[in-house]
């Protein structure tokens, strides 16, 4: 009879250490994934626990210990813990003894993570299809650019064009004789200024340059000092000298246009 009895009582046992089992599962506390879970007053026995340093960047549970008080045989916590994997976590195992530093705790505390949406908060409503707005501003923009860069390049060109000194027509430009006769007056009367006789050192150089390969490469120096013994250039460029230490104010118009012969075609 006794043997009888002890069968239908250990059934009975082991169905409330199951339900107790579920029971303890289903208080599991419980937060959405990323959200802080509070869980305060937490009595642990055994030693004073910390949490076990994270080595990995990506752990099921955050955990941090916000708060220890001793108790009999063991301590109370307040934890925080912010799942990042949805399901059932031990919390114990991100626990370890502070003194040793070593393992992790034994303790069942477990942590429920779910990614539903709590009681009493909207889902938010599906987005509606908006038709794609049309593309080309950004080219139509560029375009107007390009044709505004192109009518001010035009004025730009249009305004310095202006500016040029032209000729008008049948106005034929002063040949170098005419450019020449009246620096030579001037030098045969009185000094020259400084730039004056650059000018005249200018205009002689510069047409004998074109009109002697000889003279091709030399410097102004020694293109004057060549042209000094030049049949043709001679003539004025000594007379020139001359009237630097004796003037002339007779200088007629017949010797006037023999020295400036050479110069006119």
């Known amino acids: 009879m006794k043997a009888a009895l002890k069968f239908p009582l250990r059934i009975v046992c082991g169905l409330l250490m199951v339900l107790?089992?579920?029971?303890?599962?289903?208080?599991?506390?419980?937060?959405?994934?990323?959200?802080?879970?509070?869980i305060e007053d937490q009595y642990l026995p055994g030693p004073l626990l910390e949490v076990v340093p994270r080595r990995?960047?990506?752990p099921s549970l955050v955990v941090r210990i916000l708060e220890t008080k001793p108790d009999k045989d063991g301590f109370r916590y307040t934890f925080e813990?912010?799942?990042?994997?949805?399901?059932?976590?031990?919390?114990?195992?991100?626990?370890?003894d502070a003194h040793t530093e070593s393992g992790s705790s034994t303790h069942e505390i477990p942590v429920m993570i779910t990614t539903?949406?709590?009681p009493g908060l909207v889902r938010p409503s599906e987005l509606a299809s908006n038709p794609v707005p049309g593309?080309?501003?950004y080219r139509t923009l560029v375009n107007v650019l390009v044709v505004v860069w192109i009518v001010v390049l035009a004025l730009l060109a249009n305004s310095l064009r202006k500016k040029r000194p032209t000729l008008a027509a049948g106005v034929i430009p002063a040949s170098l004789a005419e450019r020449l006769k009246p620096l030579v007056q001037k030098a045969s009367r009185e000094a020259l200024s400084t730039d004056e006789q650059a000018h005249l050192e200018r205009l002689l150089v510069g047409h004998w340059r074109e009109r002697l390969p000889e003279v091709q490469g030399m410097t102004a120096v020694e293109t004057l000092?060549?042209?000094?013994?030049?049949?043709?250039?001679?003539?004025?460029?000594?007379k020139l000298e001359h009237w630097l230490h004796a003037?002339?104010?007779r200088l007629d118009s017949v010797a006037l246009e023999q020295l400036l012969k050479p110069y006119r075609s």
């Not at 107790?20 to 509070?38: D, F, T, W």
Request: no cysteine.
């Open 225 to 238: 000092r060549f042209l000094r013994q030049h049949p043709e250039a001679a003539p004025l460029l000594l």
């Open 81 to 96: 813990v912010q799942g990042l994997d949805p399901g059932t976590h031990n919390l114990g195992e991100f626990l370890r």
């Open 135 to 137: 593309i080309g501003g």
């Open 56 to 58: 990995d960047r990506e």
């Open 116 to 118: 539903e949406i709590p």
């Open 247 to 249: 003037r002339d104010s």
């Open 20 to 38: 107790v089992a579920q029971l303890g599962a289903a208080e599991a506390p419980g937060q959405r994934v990323g959200l802080p879970l509070i």
